[in-house]
């Protein structure tokens, strides 16, 4: 479900962009990250995957930089509202991501579950 919620991101993103185009709004993805997302696992997948978790993986201090970098960079500002930002750099999203009939479901959903959240 994780990649679902990712896949959920960029396309509100992008749509948000195109609704709001004098916001600007970015996506990024912080890569594969140690978090404490790890405790769900079994303790045996725990202790077998840790070597491999503490070189691949990068710590939560490290993902967060490709945030900040987005929200305050004068190059990330140069960049197209609704971009998908990886390492530092634009990439083009899914191309299920992409998708704007399915993407404005997904808005038409999300704008109902706020409309009745609030009574």
């Known amino acids: 479900h994780y990649g679902d919620t990712k896949l959920c991101n960029q396309m509100l993103t992008t749509t948000l962009a195109e609704r709001w185009p004098s916001v600007q709004v970015f996506s990024v993805s912080p890569g594969m990250v140690d978090t404490g997302l790890w405790r769900n696992f079994p303790i045996w997948f725990q202790f077998l995957t840790w070597p491999i978790r503490k070189v691949a993986l990068r710590s939560s201090e490290d993902a967060s930089l490709g ?53």
Do not use: H
């Open 67 to 119: 945030v900040v970098y987005a929200c305050a960079s004068e190059e990330a500002g140069k960049e197209k509202s609704g971009s998908f930002f990886v390492d530092g750099r634009v990439e083009l999203p899914s191309e299920e991501s992409r998708d704007t009939e399915k993407a404005q479901k997904l808005w038409d959903v999300v704008e109902n579950l706020i409309r009745d959240s609030k009574g």
